[in-house]
């Protein structure tokens, strides 16, 4: 069982950036992946970023190359989500995930937090 608390959302202007935190209880945090979804108003959860269990694998969603990082603290049990550069088309809900295989669909995913919400200014 693995439980997964979000923190660092807000409200930011555009072009700024935040940082997203994820803890994970639980003692075998490195054999998940770990990913980052969003939800906005009336649209359906969209994948964002993950990291493979070790770290040594990272995807991203099309519409957050190259503005957003992910990354992972196994000692710490935590993983974060750099959003930089953000627009309003990014307030959403992100949640944090994880699963036991590098499969990035919303049913993939064996645990989730609670969200955190990220509203993006224009």
């Known amino acids: 069982q693995v439980q997964l608390v979000e923190s660092g959302g807000g409200l930011v202007q555009t072009g700024g950036s935040l940082r997203l935190s994820c803890a994970a209880s639980?003692?075998?945090?490195?054999?998940?992946?770990m990913g980052w979804f969003r939800q906005a108003p009336g649209k359906e959860r969209e994948f964002v970023a993950g990291?493979?269990?070790?770290?040594?694998?990272?995807y991203y969603g099309d519409s957050v190359k190259g503005r957003f990082t992910i990354s992972r603290d196994n000692a710490k049990k935590t993983v974060y989500l750099q959003m930089n550069s953000l627009k309003p088309e990014d307030t959403a809900v992100y949640y944090c995930?994880?699963?036991?295989?590098?499969?990035?669909?919303?049913?993939?995913?064996?645990?989730w937090g609670a969200g955190t919400l990220v509203t993006v200014s224009s």
């Open positions: 995930a994880a699963s036991y295989s590098t499969r990035w669909y919303v049913n993939n995913m064996d645990y």
């Open positions: 639980g003692r075998t945090f490195s054999s998940y992946a």
């Open positions: 990291v493979s269990g070790s770290g040594s694998s990272i």
